[in-house]
């Protein structure tokens, strides 16, 4: 017998289609993550319908750069012949199966893999998740349980710095440094000790600190702000000499943006636990991890009451494992850190800094690797007022020059696939350049 339901809720057999066009169906029914509504609503939107290597095409046949790797998660380019072959073969065999109880042998060897990429003896254990804000998650769970089961609840407390950007879930959030994106859910969130820099963190009671949470090298959100040299190997120093756990937030940094694997590396630094995610699976399907140590995995082990009681339906997916495999593959059979570092890095730079530069509204250019933040300010230096979106208004100008970027308040981020060619960055650096140009010789922008 087939449920009564309610009046006014229609069948799915007598449901209709949408029939407008997908831009109608979008400014209908969708609502779009960090964009305005009323300026969404007041363009037509881009709908992007295909790629191939650093390119992506719209519905209109235009072609772009995809100038931040599709917000920083595309590492080998769009249509990689090995990532679509290896995600095709896996379709064959099984889309999901339940990680919780079960596991696979994809799952296994990823995390067997990633661990492996550590030095011995270090994070030898791997939690799967979904994205970045849920691998900061499970590592502050397990900081916080680890405690609890070691006879010292009151190490609750978290460090994170100021600027920091750690994922948009609650618990992430709260780690979050930017008030822009974190101030108005203060009241929902777990208290945090934020410090500015290395002297604010010598300068704290230890008394009570469960963990200190960092993005090594440079943090991403806060317009591609770049650490001083030194610092993370310090921070290390001081949590090993306190007792106190050190996570590393590599969601942006890993798989090779800083130029080497993990940003870590370059410090000599092993965290306690590290979050990754975004490139892990080269950019093609969500899958996360959070590597540990042995030590702190043995701390659950026991009855039901040490158990970690957290989890996701899609946790150790067998499509985005089976694109993890491949997108490590790719690294150590494609020489990808090398070409990186002696190709790729200095043409990325040199461009920024031939076309870029030069230019008096250009106040500073950040960058670390193959990731970029061109600050834009008024020539002589005075901020453009906050209304004006001025780096909002040079992105969009962008486009007319074949770019697709976006920007964190008026610093625009550049942050190009590894697949991109010399020529690919030098269109990239002259279409930002051009589109300042642009926006500057406008009445309504450097005048005010």
Known sequence: ????????????????????????????????????????RDQEPLMLVEGCGARLRDAKGRWFLDGNSSIWTNIHGHR??????????????????????????????????????????????????????????????????????????????????????????????????????????????????RVSDFEALQNLCVDGIAAVVIEPLVQGANQVFVWPKGLLARVRSW????????????????????????????????????????????????????????????????????????????????????????????????????????????AFHSALERHLAPLPEVHEIRKCGMIAGIEVRQPGGRPFEAGLRMGSRICLAARDFGLLTRPIRDTIVLMPPFCASKTDLEEMAGAVGEAIRLCAAKGDSVTQ
Not at 8 to 23: L, N, Q, R
Not at 105 to 116: G, N, T, Y
Not at 268 to 295: C, H, I, M, N, Q
Not at 318 to 334: K, Y
């Open 239 to 346: 949590c090993d000499a306190n007792g106190v756990f050190l996570i590393a937030d590599e969601v942006l940094t890993g798989f090779g943006r800083t130029g080497t694997l993990f940003a870590c590396e370059q410090e000599g630094v092993v965290p306690d636990f590290v979050a990754l995610a975004k490139g892990l699976t080269g950019g093609y399907l969500p899958l996360a991890a959070t590597l540990t140590r042995e030590s702190i995995f043995d701390a659950f082990t026991g009855g039901a009451d040490r158990t970690l009681y957290y989890g996701h339906s899609y946790c150790g997916n067998p499509l985005g494992c089976a694109l993890a495999l491949e997108n490590l593959a790719i690294f150590r059979e494609e020489n990808v850190l090398s070409q990186l570092n002696t190709l790729l890095i200095p």
């Open 80 to 193: 990689h012949p090995r990532l679509d072959a290896a995600l095709k073969a896996q379709i064959d065999r099984v889309a999901h199966t339940s990680f919780l109880g079960f596991s696979n042998p994809l799952a296994a060897q990823v995390c067997a893999e990633l661990s492996a990429l550590w030095p011995a003896g270090t994070l030898s254990r791997a939690f799967l998740s979904d994205n970045g804000s849920t691998a900061i998650e499970v590592a502050l769970k397990m900081a916080a349980q680890f405690w609890m089961l070691s006879g010292k609840p009151e190490r609750s407390r978290f460090v994170a710095f100021q600027g920091a950007y750690h994922g948009d879930t609650m618990g992430a959030s709260a780690l979050g440094g930017i008030p822009l994106f974190h101030e108005r859910f203060a009241n929902w969130q777990f208290p945090v000790e």
């Open 1 to 40: 017998m087939t449920p009564s339901k309610a009046p006014g809720f229609p069948s799915i057999e007598d449901s209709t289609v949408f029939k407008g066009s997908p831009a109608d169906a979008d400014l209908s029914h969708v609502w779009h993550p960090f964009t305005q509504t009323r300026e969404w």
